[in-house]
């Protein structure tokens, strides 16, 4: 069973460019959330999309969206990057939305310069 | 304000030193809490899910309990292999949406052969 899949691994962009990440859940999960984990803050809720509906969002400047897709796919977006959105960013996953428990990707490591 | 505090930051062991993480909350209604395990460069892995006080799950050589307070996750003769961070996150009573959860930033636990 594949698990959840987040695209890019790495990358690296300077400030004031935007930037585009990927997740693909394991089949039949239609929850997706995404998390920003930082040294200092821990693990930080962004936002959860259930069945391309955005179901929550988290204290988080609007720079940072995010849209999910019929086959439950999901991208989030920063735009107008700030060295302090440097971060590993992770999707999590499960089947029915209720957070229980999540299926983690291996995230989305971004370093702003 | 809902609050999840682990403790110790970081905990270095011996390999058979056996010792317990410690996960306090102050939340305003407890639906669940959860464990996880995080290794270098990975997302979080699902644990155990404890939901009322006075629940024990196990799972080799971890034990996680619950009581009104505080959770302890009890690590008996651990190996290497279980050198990792361990997260603690509690889910807020109103909804099973992921945007109800709240993590704690972790303990780095590490086990020297």
């Known amino acids: 069973k594949a698990g959840v899949t987040q695209t890019p691994r790495y990358l690296i962009k300077t400030r004031g460019q935007q930037v585009t990440l990927s997740c693909s859940p394991i089949s039949g999960h239609r929850s997706v959330s995404w998390y920003q984990q930082t040294p200092g803050q821990g693990l930080q809720f962004l936002f959860e999309y259930f069945s391309e509906t955005q179901r929550n969002k988290g204290n988080f400047p609007g720079r940072f969206s995010g849209r999910q897709f019929s086959n439950s796919r999901s991208e989030m977006n920063v735009s107008t990057l700030e060295l302090g959105d440097s971060a590993l960013y992770l999707c999590?996953?499960?089947?029915?939305?209720?957070?229980?428990?999540?299926?983690f990707g291996e995230g989305s490591r971004l370093t702003v310069l | 304000e809902d609050q999840v505090t682990q403790s110790p930051e970081a905990l270095r062991l011996q390999e058979g030193e056996s010792s317990s993480l410690n996960c306090s909350y102050t939340?305003?209604?407890?639906?669940?809490l959860f464990w996880y395990r995080q290794d270098p460069g990975k997302g979080p892995e699902f644990l155990f899910t404890?939901?009322?006080a006075g629940e024990e799950k196990e799972k080799e050589r971890l034990k996680a309990t619950l009581t009104k307070k505080e959770s302890f996750l009890h690590i008996t003769a651990p190996k290497p292999e279980d050198s990792a961070t361990y997260l603690c996150?509690?889910?807020?009573?109103?909804?099973?949406?992921?945007?109800?959860?709240?993590f704690g930033k972790g303990t780095k636990l590490s086990v020297k052969p």
């Open positions: 999590a996953t499960t089947k029915t939305g209720d957070a229980g428990e999540l299926f």
């Open positions: 996150a509690v889910q807020l009573r109103g909804g099973g949406s992921q945007g109800n959860l709240i």
């Open positions: 939340v305003s209604g407890l639906r669940g």
């Open positions: 404890l939901y009322s």
